[in-house]
């Protein structure tokens, strides 16, 4: 680790870190010395990253609760700053899938699926904001996906339309708040190899799929997790509004 990487002295809140990517986000941000507030609605798993992350020796908390619901929210912001100086990284990983073609999508799994992706980043987004700004200094990473850019792989409308939102948000937020030191991102994984896929597709899709990519198979969650832990790092300081693709080669536009 050299010092534009050093997160020593940082807060960074990860959303939906109880499992899957957001869970790897945490390992890769805790082993470059950023203190790490584990949200996730369930909260169990979050209580399970939160301690693998402490007997790693890393400070960590963990603060369930839901992202599409502001009074979450702001309760999470509220106890992380209780506990921590400031809050300087926010991953907005927390996310939904569900397959559902659009002539069987109910009204309450398209608020479900685009409340949690899309408004969930809106809202934790909005909720952080004073206090980096109050340091001059803040990193915002959101999750799209290459269903952002394309269409999703294994999900629905719902789930292209808020990703695609995502990608909307992220670069207006960028704009905003460029002249206050903060960043704003967003990363656009392929098929990664998490309990969200697991969960929508079956092992013979699953193999379908890895043949079809230049990089025959699919990603792993500690990938992603190096990217974010790039982007939140001093060594991308230039780099705000983008949207960077982490998909072996499955989308290239
Ligand atoms: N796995 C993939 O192939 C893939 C590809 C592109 C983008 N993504 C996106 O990456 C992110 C992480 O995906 P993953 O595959 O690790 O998913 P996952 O399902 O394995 O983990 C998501 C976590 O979010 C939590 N969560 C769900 N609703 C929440 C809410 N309202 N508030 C707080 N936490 C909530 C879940 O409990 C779970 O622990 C998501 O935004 C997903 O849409 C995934």
């Not at 890769?28 to 798993?45: K, M, Q, T």
């Amino acid at each position: 680790m050299n010092n534009l990487e050093d997160l020593r002295g940082k807060t960074a809140i990860v959303t939906g870190a109880g499992q899957g990517m957001g869970r790897a986000v945490t390992a890769a941000l805790a082993a470059r010395g950023a203190s790490i507030v584990v949200n996730d609605i369930d909260a169990s798993a979050a209580q399970r990253t939160t301690s693998e992350l402490a007997a790693g020796g890393a400070e960590a908390i963990a603060i369930a609760g839901s992202v599409a619901v502001q009074d979450d929210v702001q309760r999470l912001v509220n106890q992380s700053l209780e506990r921590f100086e400031s809050i300087d990284i926010l991953v907005n990983n927390a996310g939904v899938l569900r397959p559902t073609p659009v002539p069987s999508i109910s009204e309450a799994e398209w608020d479900l699926v685009v409340d949690v992706n899309l408004k969930g980043t809106f809202l934790c987004s909005q909720a952080v904001l004073p206090s980096m700004r109050q340091r001059g200094w803040g990193r915002i990473v959101n999750f799209s996906s290459t269903a952002g850019k394309n269409v999703s792989t294994v999900g629905g409308a719902h789930y292209t339309a808020a990703k695609a939102g995502i990608l909307g948000f992220t670069r207006h937020l960028a704009k905003e708040v460029a002249a206050d030191g903060i960043t704003v991102n967003a990363v656009c994984p392929g098929l990664i190899d998490t309990e969200m896929v697991r969960a929508t597709i079956d092992d013979e899709r699953v193999r379908a799929y890895e043949a079809s990519f230049p990089i025959p198979r699919l990603g792993r969650p500690d990938e992603v997790a190096e990217l974010v832990a790039f982007l939140v790092s001093d060594r991308a300081a230039y780099i705000t509004g983008a949207s960077l693709d982490i998909n072996g080669g499955d989308l290239m536009i």
